[in-house]
T-cell receptor
């Protein structure tokens, strides 16, 4: 069975600080993608970053970067220089072996002024 | 910009009154998905279309139906909405069904059932 686990239901961070959101997953597939999506309150789910499993290099998008530990099946998201607009629910998701996404339960991040 | 569009953004309906939500995409993607998302939960897949092939999830209630008249449009029909169907409905697309794939989401339609 494929699973995605986000163990931090809520987190907060001061503006301009760095925060790391955790995600662990399980799959028996060799070819898979991992994603972080951001969903601000009552707004669109936006793709933040994607990691292809076959790539050893960690994905980076501006202030967002991941720490992809394939052997440990860990996929954490680091947000540097946090901004008020980063306040949102963050979902980790896995695409492998099936058309379905496997979503984690989400981490609600609040950036404090 | 290529995108996924959902209309309306907010929909109010009465208990038992049929309602249709719409989704369109300019990405020319083969696959379109409908998700139901309740407050602070992960989205739950209801069904998806691969081109014209309809794929229903096993636990999707019969009350939910979908139509895809062409590549660009997909509709979600709720035949007799109950109070428990109040939720955010998300449409998403992906280029293909070969896995893994990246899904792109629309802004969602928030459904309120009175």
């Amino acid at each position: 069975a494929q699973t995605v686990t986000q163990s931090q239901p809520e987190m907060s961070v001061q503006e301009a600080e760095t925060v790391t959101l955790s995600c662990t997953y399980d799959t028996s597939e060799n070819n898979y993608y991992l994603f972080w999506y951001k969903q601000p309150p009552s707004r669109q789910m936006i793709l933040v970053i994607r990691q292809e499993a076959y790539k050893q290099q960690n994905a980076t998008e501006n202030r967002f970067s991941v720490n992809f530990q394939k052997a440990a099946k860990s996929f954490s998201l680091k947000i540097s220089d946090s901004q008020l607009g980063d306040t949102a629910m963050y979902f980790c998701a896995l695409s492998s072996g099936t058309y379905k996404y496997i979503f984690g339960t989400g981490t609600r991040l609040k950036v404090l002024a | 910009d290529a995108m996924v569009i959902q209309n309306p953004r907010y929909q109010v309906t009465q208990f038992g009154k049929p309602v249709t939500l719409s989704c369109s995409q300019t990405l020319n993607h083969n696959v379109m998905y409908w998700y139901q998302q309740k407050s602070s939960q992960a989205p739950k897949l209801l069904f998806h279309y691969y081109d014209k092939d309809f794929n229903n999830e096993a636990d999707t209630p019969d009350n939910f139906q979908s139509r895809r008249p062409n590549t660009s449009f997909c509709f979600l029909d709720i035949r007799s909405p109950g109070l428990g169907d109040a939720a955010m409905y998300l449409c998403a697309t992906s280029r293909d069904q070969g896995y893994p794939e990246t899904q792109y989401f629309g802004p969602g339609t928030r459904l309120l059932v009175l």
